[in-house]
């Protein structure tokens, strides 16, 4: 049986113009009575962009798989398999946020590290370090509050905010802010 799983960095911090390569991550696992071996494999994927501007200070992703970039650029990629929105590190403290949609589109699992804390929005819960939180909730590393509509996530060791909107269904929009 072959597993295969994708890690895409869907928005750089870096400047990006015109076109943009991605690389993908693919993880095989395969089972057979005399072999069991992990491969990995990487392909460098080209997308044709749409470049609307100048670096933003925000990153976002809505619908069945909207993206636009720091620098603006927007792009679609309808895929289930869990992508890196964002990977940075920021004075010593790391930052990852991952996005995964399931078959309707929306994005049904959001996890959000920072400084290896991890937050999970799944299933329309909120849980930080496995353990399910009420809002507001305040957290030597972040606070997380209702903020109108939204839910937001704003990091105490970063200049960082995550901000999104959930639906019955899960998730249907996500923006990350670096102040």
Request: some cysteine; aromatic content about 12%.
């Amino acid at each position: 049986m072959i597993k295969p799983s994708v890690q895409l960095i869907a928005c750089p911090i870096s400047s990006i113009t015109g076109k943009l390569d991605f690389v993908l991550l693919f993880y095989f696992e395969t089972n057979h009575k005399k072999e069991r071996r992990k491969e990995r494999k990487k392909a460098v994927i080209h997308f044709d962009l749409i470049y609307l501007g100048f670096i933003s200070d925000v990153c976002k992703t809505y619908g069945s798989g909207i993206f636009y970039t720091f620098n603006k650029t927007a792009f679609h990629l309808k895929t289930t398999c869990p992508v890196t929105l964002t990977r940075f590190s920021h004075a010593g403290v790391d930052c990852h946020i991952l996005v995964q949609r399931g078959p309707n589109g929306l994005m049904d699992r959001v996890e959000i590290i920072v400084n290896k804390i991890t937050t999970l929005v799944h299933n329309n819960t909120v849980t930080v370090e496995g353990s399910r939180i009420s809002l507001p909730y305040d957290h030597t590393y972040q606070h997380v509050f209702h903020y109108g509509i939204y839910t937001r996530l704003q990091s105490k060791v970063l200049p960082l905010s995550v901000t999104w909107y959930s639906v019955a269904d899960g998730v249907s929009s996500l923006w990350v802010s670096y102040h």
